[in-house]
T-cell receptor, first 114, second 117 residues
Framework: DTAVSQTPKYLVTQMGNDKSIKCEQN?????MYWYKQDSKKFLKIMFS???????INETVPNRFSPKSPDKAHLNLHINSLELGDSAVYFC?????????????FGPGTRLTVL | AQKITQTQPGMFVQEKEAVTLDCTYD???????LFWYKQPSSGEMIFLIY??????QNATEGRYSLNFQKARKSANLVISASQLGDSAMYFC??????????????FGRGTQLTVWP
């Protein structure tokens, strides 16, 4: 059984388009995250939700909007896509938002903006 | 500010040998957690091992152990008896325990490990 799943796995789109990435976890965790991994493999947190409430919002362009309809789902919507948005986006979840919980990652979504 | 430093962009080890991947960190938080993740070429992120800042014993998980030296702010990963399947990118990460850092995982730049036969 997949613990953290993301769809789609690959996303190729034109500049200026709007796209969404969906994430679901079946671990019963309270906290979910979005990370961006750039072309040099550097991972950086973008957002975090705890029980559907936004708790981390890093310096991310407001073209990126997360939405958590329930604590098992965290989606990422991106408006007006730019070339620099090309990256791998990882969803993750953890039991709580504390420091003692490992974060379980989804398989990633490779976004390519042409 | 939280910072994780991995100074080895690439490491090579022969199969069945042990290898140490270096990680140093900087934080002003009293409580924090240290993690290692593995990212094979297939791209997924696999959790390997965790060490809490107040844990007195070094963490171990199978062939993985974390050499935690708090005074030196280092959290090196030791892989014993390397296997070909250990070839991957390894990331050190830290979760801060402070109000503004709680819940955030800060990652190092990674070390690409290659295991050769």
């Amino acid at each position: 059984d997949t613990a953290v799943s993301q769809t789609p796995k690959y996303l190729v789109t034109q500049m200026g388009n709007d796209k969404s990435i969906k994430c679901e976890q079946n671990l019963g965790h309270d906290t979910m995250y979005w990370y961006k991994q750039d072309s040099k493999k550097f991972l950086k947190i973008m957002f975090s939700y705890n029980n559907k409430e936004l708790i981390i919002n890093e310096t991310v362009p407001n073209r990126f909007s997360p939405k958590s309809p329930d604590k098992a789902h965290l989606n990422l919507h991106i408006n007006s896509l730019e070339l620099g948005d090309s990256a791998v986006y990882f969803c993750a979840s953890s039991q709580t938002s504390g420091i003692y919980n490992e974060q379980f990652f989804g398989p990633g979504t490779r976004l390519t903006v042409l | 500010a939280q910072k994780i430093t991995q100074t080895q962009p690439g490491m090579f080890v022969q199969e069945k040998e042990a290898v140490t991947l270096d990680c140093t960190y900087d934080t002003s938080d009293q409580s924090y957690g240290l993690f290692w993740y593995k990212q094979p070429s297939s791209g997924e992120m696999i959790f390997l091992i965790y060490q809490g800042s107040y844990d007195e014993q070094n963490a171990t998980e199978g062939r993985y152990s974390l050499n935690f030296q708090k005074a030196r702010k280092s959290a090196n990963l030791v892989i014993s008896a390397s296997q070909l399947g250990d070839s991957a990118m390894y990331f050190c990460a830290m979760a801060g325990g402070g109000g503004s850092t709680l819940g955030r995982l800060y990652f190092g730049r990674g070390t690409q490990l290659t295991v050769w036969p």
